[in-house]
């Protein structure tokens, strides 16, 4: 069964970085879409980044292209989120996902696999 496993949340400064990972287990990271999303109190959850199979390419809300960056490593079956220039406004529970079709595509991706999330306080 596809199972994901988010860590790296924590307490930061306005401006400051956090890298989020996302380590997956009973699947290939490199074989499916993978996305990263988050959830504020009282808000909807959003979408935030995504990286597709292997061939494809990244994804990213306007919110935070320039300042967050999506990878892969292959060896580490990790999909990870770098996060820099931290806002307030990025404050929320932030989880990762999988379509888990094989060769899925962000464009297309349809996240039926979820991880527990884990909490980005960005605050002074």
């Known amino acids: 069964q596809l199972q994901l496993v988010e860590s790296g949340g924590g307490l930061v400064q306005p401006g400051g970085s956090l890298r989020l990972s996302c380590a997956a287990s009973?699947?290939?990271?490199?074989?499916?879409?993978i996305g990263w999303f988050r959830q504020a109190p009282g808000k909807e959850r959003e979408g935030v980044s995504c990286?597709?199979?292997?061939?494809?390419?990244?994804d990213y809300a306007d919110s935070v292209k320039g300042r967050f960056t999506i990878s892969r490593d292959n060896a580490k079956n990790t999909v990870y989120l770098q996060m820099n220039s931290l806002k307030p406004e990025d404050t929320a529970v932030y989880y990762c996902?999988?379509?888990?079709?094989?060769?899925?595509?962000?464009?297309?991706?349809?996240?039926?696999?979820w991880g527990q999330g884990t909490q980005v306080t960005v605050s002074s």
């Open positions: 996902a999988a379509d888990g079709r094989l060769g899925s595509s962000c464009p297309r991706a349809d996240f039926g696999s």
């Open positions: 009973g699947f290939t990271v490199d074989y499916y879409a």
């Open positions: 990286i597709s199979s292997s061939g494809g390419g990244t």
